[in-house]
């Protein structure tokens, strides 16, 4: 979901309130609807999440995803270009829209009674979008400097690109989310046309509302909006899975920065959503015990006590529809360190994991945050509507959500070490670093596709 | 994840101080209380017990500004080495009695505020042990001296990194050319020579000299009685420092008497472009119309005049905003965009062009009425978390805002003519002395 997923909270997932307050329901067209009920404040979120994302993309039109996700601001026969954000913004609301690896989202944020302008609108660009050419060539142009800002100069962002190409080299997770800047070059409106008709359809999406409504209410305006679009066939997708890698893989990128930063992943397995399945719950307690709070052992050890890096990070997200996940590494190593001594203290770090396991006062201070987590969250209603999303998106269900706090407190020391011992491995490790480069102030990096602008 | 659009990061002023406004009804938005604690730290708290949870902060008037000359970045490090050996307690031990009990510390540092927060569970044990550890911090820092070398040189590295990229050159620039030798035209992080100079003593003066009870406000919500809440903020403040004297106040900001332009290479591949004048103070009576006309200009997000004319028509940019951002003395108004650097110079130009026309002719009676509609019909949205509700009561209590600002902001927006508005910029922003910082530029 996020580009960089080392933040904690995403990593333990953590449930959201009890589910008896969670209602669902599916349309005739075979769209879903969840609902939670959250009388907390007069407000509500509503998102409508496609099953369609950067994952879903082919070579040669990467990006494309996102790119529609820009062009459906773009107008219908009812509501003129410009007009979508118009017409929320008069009725007091926020709205925006992300694009994932597994996904394609897209938000309100109202106070109460004016959730049905919402659906309205939504139910309306689901598949009355009117794609311009003329639009188009403006809209290319936008996301270009999106990917320049993202991507293009930022040296932590090159370095997540490569390695991401790196260790994916047969599953869609390898490609960039925002497209390759050659593949927007060549973008044309037919290209978004192809993905609108393709995957924007009731049966492919999801509607999520949080807030301050009655989910029976919900239910009718759902109905009202979205019952009488017409679902589509939707095309096969096929699982381009990773092949299990065969050695030990390392790219350097070069980039104007003075400190050097590594990046390292491991393939892990995600949730499944099988009964008896543990190996994705004992990956989040050993990301939690790496680096879920200020205690824990990376930062402890590397940053506190030997000072070999500036800053520190491991991450893990179970929740993906690609089926496949890394378990990430990171760190800026301190002045007199180099790259490679950090990498190494990483790993043994990893190793010691391995080797003696981890105590069970780390094991109860990785739960108590669990618990703790599993309420604080409740404070975001976005952030709630965004984890039931995320997880049904991935074909997994929002029930998980109850479950997910015990699951993690079912698992033993002795399962961490196992998926210590199982995965972290130099056959299934990808390495990539920033190797720094001054500042050559007046030659900027030209390439080939900055030569002939628009 | 790509979003669509890249909001311009929480600490600006028009995300989160825009706060604010209960629909004009009669009622109090916020059932704020108030009063002093035996040592006279002004508390601010809302009971709300639909989530076991508690939500306080600690704020002192202990911002980068109060940075003594020479000793740069002082107050940054005060404030981070808050958490890091309290008490004889090691940063370690800190860290695991927090997470024992899966406490969350956090807080806010800018140029005139320095924070402390913590979100702990509200049942007895959690909170108990969490509190304890917090009012230490706040207490008894130790500023050990080991501790205090190792993040000197994680700061210094920052520094460093900080030079080599785009967005902060241009930010580090923008302040120094928007306030010269005015404390807002520092680094709240400091310098690296100055950094690098700082020792245990500085910091300990710091802590004594502005984290004292006299000008400390708790801000409090969550899931406990007005007993509680106040048993909390008398354990709080006892043992804060005694103020020797009253703290000095900062001196008033001077508008730039000739435009300054600043271009600085870089290798990028889009020029970083900021332009600003010196803006508004809390409390300013012309807040209102500039809070309004800059949602209208640039604020607003998709429905801005620049966005409209930047990216909607033009497609030259993926974000472009402008903001107030008002403070103690006059905070920036700025506005900023990210451009191919080929066409800096073109985007520059529209920009400039909206900026001259929107404070030559104000705007439409239309725009105003589309911009009220978002922020009075929006005003829910703005504390419908504990989180978002505690930073509001934060600096409502941090700028000596009337208990009714949020009802009074309401009303404020409300009145607001597209003339006031017209006037108002005319009077505080002139585009001729501007301050423009354009990195890596191949236009001009």
Same mark, same amino acid.
């Given at each position: 979901?996020?580009?960089?997923?080392?933040a904690?909270l995403l990593?333990?997932?953590?449930?959201?309130a009890l589910?008896g307050?969670?209602?669902?329901?599916r349309?005739d067209?075979?769209?879903?609807?969840?609902v939670?009920?959250?009388h907390r404040?007069?407000?509500?979120?509503s998102?409508?999440?496609?099953?369609a994302?950067?994952?879903?993309e082919?070579n040669?039109?990467?990006g494309?995803?996102?790119v529609l996700?820009?062009?459906?601001?773009?107008?219908t026969?009812?509501v003129?270009p410009?007009q979508f954000?118009r017409?929320?913004?008069a009725? !007091?609301?926020r709205?925006n829209a992300f694009?994932?690896?597994?996904y394609?989202?897209y938000f309100?944020?109202?106070?109460?009674s004016?959730?049905?302008?919402a659906?309205?609108l939504e139910a309306?660009?689901?598949?009355?979008l009117?794609?311009?050419?003329?639009e188009?060539?403006?809209?290319i142009?936008?996301?270009?400097e999106?990917?320049?800002?993202r991507?293009?100069?930022?040296?932590h962002?090159?370095?997540?690109?490569?390695?991401?190409?790196?260790?994916?080299?047969?599953?869609?997770?390898?490609?960039?989310?925002?497209?390759r800047m050659?593949?927007?070059?060549?973008?044309?409106v037919d290209d978004?046309?192809?993905?609108?008709e393709?995957?924007?359809?009731?049966?492919?999406?999801?509607?999520?509302v949080?807030g301050?409504?009655?989910?029976?209410?919900?239910?009718?305006?759902?109905?009202?909006?979205f019952?009488?679009?017409?679902p589509?066939?939707?095309?096969?997708?096929k699982?381009q899975?990773?092949p299990?890698q065969?050695?030990e893989r390392r790219?350097?990128?070069q980039?104007?920065a003075?400190?050097?930063?590594?990046?390292?992943g491991f393939?892990v397995?995600?949730?499944?959503?099988?009964e008896?399945?543990?190996?994705?719950?004992?990956?989040?307690i050993?990301a939690?015990?790496?680096?879920?709070n200020a205690s824990?052992?990376?930062n402890q050890n590397?940053?506190?006590?030997?000072?070999t890096?500036?800053?520190?990070?491991?991450g893990?997200?179970?929740v993906q529809?690609?089926g496949t996940?890394l378990f @990430?590494l990171e !760190?800026?190593p301190?002045?007199?360190?180099?790259?490679?001594?950090?990498?190494?203290?990483?790993?043994?770090?990893i190793?010691k994991?391995?080797?003696?396991g981890?105590?069970?006062e780390e094991?109860?201070r990785?739960k108590?945050?669990?618990?703790?987590?599993?309420?604080?969250q409740?404070?975001?209603?976005?952030f709630?509507a965004?984890?039931? !999303?995320?997880l049904e998106?991935a074909?997994?269900s929002w029930r998980l959500?109850?479950?997910?706090p015990?699951?993690l407190?079912?698992v033993?020391? !002795?399962?961490?070490?196992?998926?210590?011992r199982?995965?972290?491995?130099s056959?299934? @490790?990808?390495v990539?670093v920033l190797?720094?480069?001054p500042l050559d102030e007046?030659?900027p990096?030209?390439?080939?596709e900055?030569t002939h602008?628009? | 994840?790509?979003?669509?659009?890249?909001?311009p990061?929480?600490?600006h002023?028009?995300?989160?101080l825009a706060?604010?406004?209960?629909?004009?009804t009669?009622?109090?938005?916020?059932p704020?209380q108030?009063? $002093?604690?035996?040592?006279g730290?002004?508390?601010?708290?809302v /009971?709300?017990?639909a989530?076991?949870i508690?939500?306080l902060?600690?704020? %002192?008037?202990?911002?980068?500004?109060?940075?003594?000359?020479g000793?740069?970045?002082v107050a940054?490090?005060?404030?981070h080495?808050?958490?890091?050996?309290?008490?004889?307690?090691s940063?370690?031990?800190i860290a695991?009695?927090?997470a024992?009990?899966?406490?969350?510390?956090?807080?806010?540092?800018?140029a005139?505020?320095?924070?402390?927060?913590?979100?702990?569970?509200?049942? /007895?044990r959690?909170s108990?042990?969490?509190?304890e550890v917090y009012?230490?911090?706040l207490q008894?820092?130790?500023?050990?001296?080991?501790?205090?070398?190792r993040e000197?040189a994680?700061?210094?590295a920052a520094l460093r990194?900080?030079?080599?990229q785009?967005?902060s050159?241009?930010?580090?620039a %923008?302040?120094a050319?928007?306030?010269?030798?005015?404390p807002?035209?520092?680094r709240?992080?400091?310098?690296?020579?100055?950094?690098?100079?700082?020792?245990?003593?500085?910091l300990?003066?710091?802590?004594?000299r502005?984290?004292?009870?006299?000008?400390?406000?708790?801000?409090?919500?969550?899931d406990?009685?007005?007993?509680?809440?106040?048993?909390?903020?008398?354990?709080?403040?006892a043992?804060?420092?005694?103020?020797?004297?009253a703290g000095?106040?900062?001196p008033?900001?001077?508008?730039?008497?000739?435009?300054v332009?600043?271009v600085?290479p870089h290798?990028?591949? $889009?020029s970083h472009i900021?332009?600003g004048?010196?803006g508004v103070?809390?409390?300013?009576?012309d807040y209102?119309?500039?809070?309004?006309?800059?949602?209208i200009l640039g604020?607003?997000?998709?429905?801005?005049?620049l966005t409209?004319?930047?990216?909607?028509k033009?497609?030259l940019?993926?974000s472009v905003y402008s903001?107030?951002?008002?403070?103690?003395?006059l905070?920036?108004?700025?506005?900023?965009?990210?451009?191919q650097?080929a066409?800096?110079?073109?985007?520059l130009?529209?920009?400039r062009?909206?900026l001259?026309?929107?404070?030559?002719?104000g705007?439409t009676?239309?725009?105003? $009425?589309?911009a009220k509609d978002n922020i009075?019909?929006?005003?829910?949205?703005?504390?419908?978390?504990n989180?978002?509700?505690?930073?509001?009561?934060a600096?409502i209590?941090?700028?000596r805002l009337?208990l009714?600002y949020?009802?009074d902001?309401?009303?404020?927006?409300?009145?607001v003519?597209?003339?006031?508005?017209r006037a108002? %910029?005319?009077?505080?922003?002139v585009?001729?002395?501007?301050v423009?910082v354009?990195v890596a530029?191949?236009?001009?």
């Open positions: 979901m996020l580009k960089r997923c080392m904690f990593v333990l997932l953590p449930a959201v589910a307050n969670i209602h669902e329901f349309l067209n075979g769209m879903r609807v969840i939670q009920e959250d404040a007069p407000v509500v979120v998102q409508v999440w496609y099953r994302g950067s994952m879903d082919f040669g039109t990467t494309v995803a996102h996700e820009h062009m459906m601001f773009k107008g026969e009812k003129p410009g954000s017409i929320i913004a009725a !007091g609301g709205e694009t994932g690896r597994d394609t989202a309100q944020q109202l106070e109460q004016r959730l049905e302008l659906l309205q309306d660009r689901m598949v009355n009117r794609l311009g050419a003329a188009f060539a403006k809209e142009n936008v996301v270009k999106e990917r320049r800002w991507t293009e100069d930022r040296p962002g090159l370095v997540y690109e490569h390695f991401m190409a790196a260790a994916y080299q047969a599953h869609p997770y390898g490609r960039p989310i925002v497209g050659s593949d927007l070059e060549h973008m044309t978004t046309r192809d993905w609108y393709r995957w924007y359809a009731p049966n492919n999406a999801i509607l999520v949080v301050d409504v009655r989910a029976q209410d919900v239910r009718v305006l759902a109905e009202k909006h019952g009488a679009l017409p589509r066939t939707l095309p096969p997708r699982p899975t990773e299990p065969r050695g790219v350097t990128v980039a104007p003075k400190l050097p930063y590594l990046l390292m393939h397995p995600v949730l499944t959503g099988a008896n399945e543990w190996e994705p719950y004992a990956l989040s050993l939690g015990v790496l680096d879920g824990a052992r990376l590397l940053v506190r006590r030997h000072r890096a500036l800053e520190v990070g491991a893990y997200d179970a529809r690609g996940a @990430m !760190g800026t301190s002045e007199g360190v180099t790259v490679s001594d950090l990498e190494h203290a990483l790993l043994w770090e190793e994991i391995k080797h003696d981890i105590t069970e094991l109860r990785v108590a945050q669990v618990i703790a987590a599993d309420v604080y409740r404070d975001s209603m976005f709630q965004m984890q039931i !999303g995320k998106i074909g997994l959500l109850g479950d997910y015990a699951r407190q079912a033993s020391a !002795g399962q961490v070490q196992e998926v210590a199982k995965y972290f491995t056959q299934n @490790m990808t990539a190797d720094p480069q007046n030659r990096q030209l390439r080939k900055f602008g628009r | 994840m790509v979003a669509r659009l890249r909001f990061g929480s600490r002023a028009v995300v989160w706060l604010l406004f209960w629909a004009l009669a009622q109090a938005a916020l704020i108030h009063w $002093q604690t035996a040592s730290v002004r508390v601010y708290f /009971e709300n017990r989530l076991p508690i939500d902060s600690v704020t %002192f008037p202990a911002g980068s500004s109060r940075d003594p000359q000793q740069e970045g940054s490090l005060t404030r080495l808050l958490t890091l050996g309290a008490a004889g307690m940063d370690a031990e695991e009695r927090l024992d009990v899966g406490a969350v510390l956090g807080g806010e540092f800018d005139d505020r320095a924070g402390l927060s913590l979100r702990t569970l509200s049942s /007895e959690e108990g042990q969490a509190l009012a230490r911090l008894q820092p130790d500023f050990p001296a080991d501790v205090l070398e000197k994680r700061v210094i990194e900080a030079e080599t785009p967005d050159i241009a930010a580090r %923008f302040a050319a928007l306030y010269g030798d005015h807002y035209g520092r709240q992080s400091g310098e690296i020579a100055t950094v690098s100079a700082l020792r245990r003593e500085h300990v003066e710091l802590h004594r502005h984290y004292t009870a006299e000008a400390a406000v708790i801000a409090l919500i969550g406990m009685s007005r007993a509680r809440a106040e048993g909390i903020a008398e354990m709080l403040s043992g804060l420092p005694r103020a020797q004297q000095a106040a900062l008033p900001v001077a508008y730039p008497a000739a435009p332009r600043r600085i290798p990028a591949t $889009q900021l332009l004048y010196p103070k809390r409390g300013d009576a209102f119309p500039l809070y309004v006309g800059n949602y604020g607003g997000g998709f429905v801005s005049r409209e004319e930047v990216r909607e033009r497609g940019v993926y903001y107030f951002m008002p403070m103690a003395e905070g920036p108004f700025q506005i900023g965009l990210q451009t650097r066409q800096g110079g073109e985007a130009d529209v920009v062009g909206t001259r026309r929107f404070i030559d002719e705007p009676e239309q725009e105003l $009425q589309a009075v019909g929006g005003f829910p949205l703005r504390f419908d978390s989180r978002k509700i505690l930073d509001h009561l600096m209590g941090f700028y009337p009714t949020l009802d902001f309401v009303r404020q927006i409300d009145q003519t597209t003339a006031q508005i108002a %910029f005319q009077r505080r922003i585009p001729d002395r501007m423009t354009i530029g191949d236009a001009e």
